[in-house]
């Protein structure tokens, strides 16, 4: 039987999670070894993120259209996209879903526990202090998802390989 591979691949997780790192993992193993391009949209390209200042759900709703703008762009001229994302509310999820509808979405939670997310985000030093455990707590959806990935159990690399192989389907 023919297997096809998921156009969108939805790494949600909280701040400091691994997302980006995860991100652009996969996208090199795609290429490598299914020689399959896929872009990567992600959160950060559309915020404006600064240590001294929180980020609100309204602050990401009102970014999450050109985000999905900019999946469906990517779409048109590539295998696949990635989209690397900390969703905090049903209304967001709702809308990524929505407008990527008729596209085969592989859904991730990206996770690892809060101790670690908050020992990563304090080496970081580039985030608001707070974002990691804010959007630990209030990731949307808390569960409906294709694949978990802990990345404290297992590295960058580990991980990539896992989601691709989930993401072809029969």
Same mark, same amino acid.
């Given at each position: 039987m023919l297997k096809t591979h998921c156009?969108?691949?939805l790494l949600n997780g909280p701040s400091s999670s691994g997302k980006s790192s995860l991100a652009r993992a996969l996208r090199s193993l795609f290429k490598e070894q299914k020689h399959l391009s896929y872009q990567i949209v992600s959160i950060d390209d559309f915020m404006k993120l600064r240590t001294d200042e929180k980020i609100y759900e309204d602050d990401v709703f009102e970014i999450s259209s %050109? =985000?999905? *703008?900019? !999946?469906l762009e990517y779409?048109?001229?590539? %295998?696949? !996209?990635?989209? %690397?994302?900390v969703i905090t509310s049903e209304r967001i999820y709702k809308q990524l879903l929505d407008r990527t509808h008729g596209?085969? =979405?592989l859904k991730v939670h990206v996770t690892c526990p809060l101790n670690e997310l908050l020992k990563r985000e304090n080496d970081r030093g580039n985030r608001c202090v707070g974002s990691a455990e804010a959007s630990y707590?209030?990731?949307?959806?808390?569960?409906?998802? *294709? !694949?978990?990935? %802990?990345t404290s159990k297992h590295s960058t690399e580990e991980c990539a390989a896992l989601i691709m192989n989930k993401s072809f389907v029969s």
């Open positions: 156009r969108i691949i %050109d =985000m999905c *703008d900019k !999946v779409l048109k001229t590539n %295998d696949g !996209v990635i989209i %690397d994302h596209y085969e =979405m707590q209030y990731l949307y959806p808390k569960d409906g998802y *294709d !694949v978990g990935i %802990d």
